[in-house]
């Protein structure tokens, strides 16, 4: 299957500072990206997608300020936590599509963010 | 609204067989897919369903009812590694992933 992968894995960062989140589909061109970001226990809940070389569409309730996304290319997409807080320590998963929308999503491993 | 209902959580035996059930209510459909999430890391896809029936692959099988809004995962010769959070999802008329909230399976020995 196609592979996507996520940078950092891990990431620790004190309250105030800004967090860079990579994802890259290794072994295909991805159209469309998406942000998903995961609570313990519960489901992903989609925070946005985005589409080569366009802004990204946000899920309402998701601050497009506070969460950057940048899909500059066919195989990255960055996510950016600025100003992070306590309450945006989470699991951030990102995952790609191929092609057209009934196309399979692949996943990235993720990135677990901890802020103090 | 959008629903996806799975149950919380299972438990099973190892060499076993069991049945994980997802209904869903959407406005549209184009498909449902099942991933497999182990604690701690992101989903992997296991399989796509769009027309009713049985879809077998090795081990896992997935079946879907359109009519009756239903979808089942059945894994056969259940391995401890198979101890995982089972997601179902479906694509709604905008082609939306509408996610339920997983069912978390235990493997006992």
């Known amino acids: 299957g196609a592979v996507v992968s996520q940078h950092p894995s891990r990431v620790i960062c004190k309250s105030g500072t800004s967090v860079k989140i990579e994802c890259r589909s290794l072994?295909?061109?991805?159209?469309?990206m998406f942000w998903y970001r995961q609570f313990p226990k519960k489901s992903l809940m989609l925070m946005a997608t985005?589409?080569?070389?366009?802004?990204?569409?946000?899920e309402q309730g998701v601050e497009k300020d506070k969460f950057l996304i940048n899909h500059a290319s066919l195989t990255l997409s960055t996510l950016t936590v600025t100003s992070a807080h306590p309450e945006d320590s989470s699991f951030y998963i990102c995952?790609?599509?191929?092609?057209?929308?009934?196309?399979?999503?692949?996943f990235g491993p993720g990135t677990r963010l901890l802020v103090l | 609204g959008q629903n996806i209902d799975q149950p919380t959580e299972m438990t099973a035996t190892e060499g076993a067989i069991v049945q994980i059930n997802c209904t869903y209510q959407?406005?549209?459909?184009?498909?449902l897919f099942w991933y497999q999430q182990h604690a701690g890391e992101a989903p992997t896809f296991l399989s796509y369903?769009?027309l009713d029936g049985l879809e077998e692959k090795g081990r896992f099988s997935s079946f879907l009812s359109r009519s009756k809004g239903y979808s089942y995962l059945l894994l056969k010769e259940l391995q401890m590694k198979d101890s995982a959070s089972y997601l179902c999802?479906?694509?709604?008329?905008?082609?939306?992933?509408?996610w339920g909230a997983g069912t978390k399976l235990i493997i006992k020995p």
């Open positions: 072994d295909f061109q991805a159209t469309t």
């Open positions: 999802a479906v694509m709604d008329s905008n082609y939306q992933l509408i």
């Open positions: 985005s589409n080569e070389g366009s802004k990204a569409t946000y």
């Open positions: 995952s790609a599509r191929a092609g057209n929308v009934l196309e399979t999503q692949y």
């Open positions: 959407t406005s549209g459909f184009n498909g």
């Open positions: 369903n769009v």
